[in-house]
């Protein structure tokens, strides 16, 4: 079956320091991963994604994140955390050839906090 | 291009009456999704339409709910009648790609059922 584990539910960073929120996913077949982000009282937006090719991949607002295949793992990162990167993370999987699942399965969410 | 809207953003019934969420996506796209996420758990797939047609309904946990995109414009999602289990935060989605695209999100429909 598949999923998604966040293993932290908070993380605590200061500003100007990099953040890693950690992802690890278990799926059967090739993985599509995702990033999301949450702010208060907003929808979830887009951060990035990894379909296939460079292992290294860049987002909206300075993110990244790092495929991993044998670690089957997808760390979401930034080099220098700013305050306004306070939201809730989640992290989610989709089965490559899924063929008409098109769900995704998300992790349980992290909450990063940015201290000035 | 004006993003995915729901609608109420909270709703808070008792146990036994009905409610119903909607949400218009944006235009164009074809890919609706619905999602709950229960306090303290993770998001969870309701279901999927592609136009009007109900591609995947997998994750609709009962009866008692019931989706509809008439028309392949904006849906709606009726929970009769709504169980304190129901209580949570159901996000609609949308996409043009069924298949690698990301998610536009709404803000989310908070139901709270006493």
């Known amino acids: ?116 | 291009e004006a993003g995915v809207t729901q609608f109420p953003s909270h709703s808070v019934i008792e146990k036994g009456q009905t409610v119903t969420l909607r949400c218009d996506p944006i235009s164009g796209h074809d890919n609706l999704y619905w999602y709950r996420r229960v306090m303290g758990k993770e998001i969870k797939f309701l279901l999927h339409f592609v136009k009007e047609s109900k591609q995947d309904e997998s994750g609709m946990p009962n009866n008692r709910f019931l989706a509809e995109r008439t028309g392949g414009t904006y849906s709606t999602l009726k929970v009769q009648p709504a169980e304190l289990e129901d209580s949570g935060v159901y996000f609609c989605a949308s996409s043009r790609d069924r298949y690698t695209g990301e998610l536009f999100f709404g803000e989310g429909s908070r139901l709270t059922v006493l």
Do not use: M
């Not at chain 1, 930034?78 to 089965?95: G, H, I, M, T």
């Open chain 1, 1 to 116: 079956a598949q999923s998604v584990a966040q293993p932290e539910d908070q993380v605590n960073v200061a500003e100007g320091n990099p953040l890693t929120v950690k992802c690890t996913y278990s799926v059967s077949g090739n993985p599509y991963l995702f990033w999301y982000v949450q702010y208060p009282n907003r929808g979830l937006q887009f951060l990035l994604k990894y379909i296939t090719g460079d292992n290294l991949v860049k987002g909206s607002y300075g993110f990244e994140a790092e495929f991993n295949k044998s670690q089957t793992s997808f760390h979401l990162k930034k080099p220098s955390a700013l305050v306004s990167d306070s939201a809730l993370y989640f992290c989610a999987v989709r089965e490559f050839n899924a063929g008409n699942n098109r769900k995704l399965i998300w992790g349980l969410g992290t909450s990063l906090a940015v201290n000035p």
